[in-house]
């Protein structure tokens, strides 16, 4: 399949050299390289006029496309016009050697696929335990392999407000557990969301269909956004033999405070996308889990380092909490 690759990025010029470091070492190369820049310096064009990478084109955009979405919207647009798939990378990942095959792959298995999402191997130790594992209150098992579960959610198991469905799947009142919770089973699993950053397309999908404006800037839950939206007119996988690592960059992101009220309020948002009429049960458990989570966050105060960010990201999620009684936003599809 002929395929694309579009980078956004913004002030990240040595984790992009290092993804791009790790393209030329892919099985499959992508039939055109396309870094949508959103810096308002020229760190990152100076790198790439001192390393040369094959099939790259770079795009430094004006400030009425700087955002992640407009970005992604932007980089579409240029695209050639034999292009059959799309891929999209966050610019701190690093691929294995056959992430791109492992991906087309996947559109090959299953035709009727609108998108497919690679896999994060660098962020949870997981564990193969077989087919008759009992966890314990503290792990989380799926498919034979097992995990240790968070704080969070071990509270959540305690007082019934656990997910019911599997990883990658929304429930009816939200707060699903994300794909990080497949396991590295080397399967490929149908899903209803995946990771912007680890993600592809057909193009047919994306021409049809735009990442949505409402979320500006860092772009919180945007994947979740869209994803979602597709996830109800066609079929979305995981392959999680599609393998690379997230290697997390501070530079561009919000501060704790805009972050904190991004989950809330982008999280409320795309509750709505999934499900615009909730039941009484589904917005009480949205609401108490939230809480619930703004509560344990306000806990870490005691128990983190960095007190400061604890406590103005409790108070960023607690203001969007309130800010959702009175001013709702408003649902773009």
């Known amino acids: ?16 050299l290092k993804l791009l470091r790790s393209l030329k070492e892919q099985t499959f ?12 310096d020229n760190d990152t064009m100076r790198m790439l006029c001192e390393n040369n990478f094959e099939k790259l084109k770079y795009y430094q955009v004006e400030p009425e496309f700087r955002g992640l979405t407009r970005q992604r919207n932007y980089g579409i647009a ?70 240790k579960d968070g704080s969070r959610f071990v509270l959540r198991k305690r007082l019934g407000l656990d997910s ?35 993600s592809s397309f057909k193009v047919e999908v994306l021409q049809k ?52 009220k991004m989950v809330v309020r982008n999280g409320w948002y795309v509750w709505r996308v999934k499900y615009p009429n909730p039941s009484f049960k589904s917005k009480f458990k949205w609401h108490i889990i939230t809480l619930l989570l703004i509560l344990i966050r306000f806990s870490n105060i005691f128990t983190v380092n960095n007190k400061k960010e604890a406590l103005t990201e409790s108070c960023g999620r607690m203001f969007a909490w309130f800010q959702l009684l009175t001013n709702k936003p408003k649902i773009i599809l």
Not at 170 to 194: A, I, M, N
Not at 218 to 232: N, P
Request: glycine share 10%; proline share 6%; charged share 25%.
């Open 164 to 198: 019911d469905r599997q990883p990658a799947c929304l429930p009816d009142f939200s707060h699903g557990r994300s794909v990080g919770f497949l396991p590295p089973s080397g399967k490929t699993y149908q899903v209803e969301q995946f990771m912007g950053g680890v």
């Open 1 to 16: 399949m002929i395929f694309s690759l579009i980078i956004c990025t913004y002030k990240r010029p040595l984790p992009l």
């Open 209 to 260: 269909h735009k990442f949505s404006t409402y979320f500006e800037g860092y772009g919180l839950y945007e994947d979740a956004d869209f994803t979602l939206r597709m996830s109800k007119i066609g079929d979305l996988y995981v392959n999680t033999a599609a393998q690379l690592g997230h290697f997390h960059d501070v530079a561009g992101r919000p501060n704790k405070y805009e972050y904190g």
């Open 29 to 40: 190369y992508p039939n055109e390289v396309l870094v949508i820049d959103g810096s308002s």
């Open 78 to 147: 240029q695209v050639a016009k034999d292009i059959e798939v799309i891929c999209f990378l966050d610019d701190d990942t690093v691929l294995s050697p056959t992430y791109f095959e492992e991906i087309l792959k996947t559109y090959e298995k299953y035709p009727t696929a609108l998108g497919v999402g690679g896999y994060i191997n660098n962020e949870v130790k997981w564990e193969f335990v077989g087919d008759d594992y009992h966890p314990k209150i503290n792990e989380f098992y799926f498919d034979g392999w097992k995990r």
